[in-house]
C-alpha cells in the first residue's frame, strides 16, 4: 500500500517585472543543458510578447498560432518532431498555454508557461480545455514545469479578463461545498491538502487588502490562482475548483453563443449556487462590488429564462460530478434561489 505520494509537480512558480531576464535565469538555475528552445505564441493581441521573447531566447524553432484547436495541438506536435526542442517556452492566453500543456504531454517534451492574462486558474493545472471541432472539452494533461507571471504584461490584459480570473478563483468556494455534498451523499473522498489550497487561493482575492487591480491586487490574484492551479495537481482532477458553477457555466456555453469569459458566468452562478445552498453570499457580493464584477446573468446579457435552462442542462455536461444540483430537498428550490438571489444584490446596493 501506498504510504506517500510522488505527484508531478511544477518546478518553478514566479512572478516578475522582467521576464526576459527571470525566464533567462529560470532556463539557467532550473533546466541547465536545454537549449533548443521552441517559443509558442500567439498570432494575434499578444504576439508582441512572443516576438519580444524571441528576440531575448534566439529558440530553435517559433510557432505563432492561435491555439486551443485539436489541429493546433497536432501542427505543434509535428512541428516538435521536426525542431526536436527540449523544452517549449508557450506565451499567450488560455488558447496558447492549453496547446502547449497538450502537445508537450503527448511528447514528453517539459514546457514553461507565461501567461499574458490571468483570466482562469489553469495557468498551473494539469488540465487543458481543447476544442475537437464538434465539442470543446477539458482533457486530463500535465502540470507545466514551470510558470512565470509578468505583472506588466498582466495589467496590460483587458479588464474583464482580470474580472474573469477572480471569479474563477471565488467560484472554488462553491466548488469545496459540493465536494462536501459528494463526500457525504456519494462517499467521494475529500484530499485535505487539496480542499486547503482551494479555499486559501480564494481567500486570497477576496481577502485582499489592496486597491482592486493594482499590482499588488495582480499579484495576490496571480497567487490565488496558482493555489487553485495546485489544488487541482494534488486531487489529479478539477474537483476542488469546479462544482455546479462551473456545469452551469458549461450549459450557458451550450445554449448561449459563448461570449462571456468562463470566469464571469461562474463567479455569477456561484452567487446562484451559494445563495441555493442557503449560505450567506455578502463577503462574495461585497468583493465583487469593490472589483466592478457583473453580479447577475442579465448584467452580462443573460435572461433569467436562459440562466434557469442553464441551470437545468448543468448536471448533463459532466456526468458523474456530483453537486447541489443533484439534490432534491434543498433549503429552496431553483427558482426561490433565484429570486433571493436578485433579492441580495438589491439589497446591498
Ligand atoms: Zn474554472
Not at 465539442?135 to 494533461?141: M, N, Y
Not at 443573460?302 to 442542462?313: G, Q, S
Request: hydrophobic share 40%; aromatic share 8%.
Amino acid at each position: 500500500m501506498e504510504i506517500q505520494r510522488l505527484i508531478p509537480f511544477p518546478i518553478l512558480f514566479d512572478i516578475t517585472d522582467n521576464l526576459g531576464e527571470t525566464l533567462k535565469k529560470a532556463l539557467f538555475d532550473n533546466f541547465p543543458g536545454r537549449e533548443r528552445l521552441l517559443l509558442v505564441s500567439d498570432n494575434n493581441g499578444a504576439k508582441r510578447y512572443g516576438e519580444y521573447l524571441e528576440k531575448i531566447l534566439s529558440p530553435e524553432g517559433v510557432l505563432f498560432m492561435r491555439g486551443g484547436t485539436i489541429s493546433d495541438v497536432m501542427h505543434l506536435e509535428a512541428t516538435i518532431k521536426e525542431k526536436e526542442p527540449d523544452m517549449l517556452i508557450g506565451i499567450g492566453g488560455g488558447r496558447i498555454l492549453d496547446t502547449v500543456k497538450m502537445a508537450g504531454f503527448r511528447t514528453y517534451v517539459p514546457f514553461i508557461l507565461v501567461p499574458t492574462s490571468l483570466s482562469h486558474d489553469g495557468i498551473i493545472s494539469p488540465v487543458a480545455v481543447i476544442d475537437f471541432g464538434k465539442e470543446v472539452k477539458s482533457v486530463g494533461a500535465i502540470a507545466p514545469n514551470g510558470v512565470i507571471v509578468d505583472i506588466n504584461i498582466i495589467k496590460e490584459a483587458p479588464s474583464l479578463l482580470k474580472l474573469a480570473g477572480c471569479g474563477d478563483l471565488v467560484s472554488n468556494l462553491s466548488a469545496l461545498e459540493d465536494w462536501k455534498l459528494a463526500s457525504k451523499y456519494k462517499g467521494e473522498k475529500i484530499d485535505y491538502f487539496a480542499y486547503m489550497l482551494s479555499k486559501t487561493g480564494a481567500k486570497n482575492i477576496i481577502l485582499s487588502e489592496h486597491e482592486a487591480f493594482s499590482e499588488d491586487f495582480l499579484k495576490d490574484l496571480a497567487e490565488g490562482l496558482a493555489a487553485s492551479g495546485l489544488s487541482m495537481i494534488i486531487a489529479g482532477n478539477s474537483r476542488p475548483a469546479s462544482g455546479a458553477e462551473h456545469l452551469i457555466s458549461h450549459a450557458l456555453d451550450r445554449i448561449t453563443d459563448r461570449k462571456n469569459p468562463h470566469g464571469i458566468q461562474v463567479g455569477i452562478a456561484t452567487i446562484f449556487t451559494q445563495t441555493l445552498r442557503g449560505k450567506d453570499t455578502q463577503k462574495i457580493i461585497n468583493f465583487f462590488k469593490k472589483i466592478g464584477f457583473p453580479l447577475t446573468p442579465m448584467d452580462i446579457g443573460i435572461d433569467k429564462k436562459t440562466f434557469m435552462e442553464a441551470v437545468k442542462l448543468a448536471p448533463s455536461t459532466r456526468k458523474g460530478r456530483f453537486t447541489i444540483l443533484d439534490i432534491k430537498n434543498n433549503p429552496m428550490n431553483w427558482e426561490k434561489a433565484f429570486e433571493v438571489y436578485l433579492k441580495l444584490e438589491e439589497r446591498n446596493t
